[in-house]
């Protein structure tokens, strides 16, 4: 069965780093976009950035612009990283990695049809 298993989340200090990891099991997705998102308590899912297949298209939201780094690493399976720097009290919140449509790079959450079951990133101010 194909998955998306993220990990790497956890508690950090207002200016600190955490990395995130999503690893795809069951079919690679070299020919897929990838996409991190987050969801805050009583927000909406937000996309936070996106890669395309082959890594040389990134897209970020404004608010974690400059902070976090999307990356991906195609060699076996498919591997999707956020490496998320300076990290705010703002950036808490469930993150979920997620599989896109399409090999490009997309905002919408409804670009993507395969989903993680998120891990929790949580910054102490």
């Known amino acids: 069965q194909v998955q998306l298993v993220e990990s790497g989340g956890g508690l950090a200090q207002a200016g600190g780093s955490l990395r995130l990891s999503c690893a795809a099991s069951?079919?690679?997705?070299?020919?897929?976009?990838m996409g991190w998102f987050r969801q805050a308590p009583g927000e909406e899912r937000e996309f936070v950035a996106a890669?395309?297949?082959?890594?040389?298209?990134?897209?970020y939201s404004d608010s974690v612009k400059g902070r976090f780094t999307i990356s991906r690493d195609n060699a076996e399976t498919t591997t999707v990283y956020l490496q998320m720097n300076s990290l705010k009290p703002e950036d808490t919140a469930v993150y979920y990695c997620?599989?896109?449509?399409?090999?490009?790079?997309?905002?919408?959450?409804?670009?993507?049809?395969?989903w993680g079951q998120g891990t929790q990133v949580t910054v102490a101010s």
């Open positions: 890669i395309s297949w082959s890594g040389g298209s990134t897209m």
């Open positions: 997620a599989r896109g449509k399409t090999i490009g790079v997309a905002r919408s959450r409804y670009e993507y049809d395969l």
């Open positions: 069951g079919r690679t997705y070299n020919f897929n976009g």
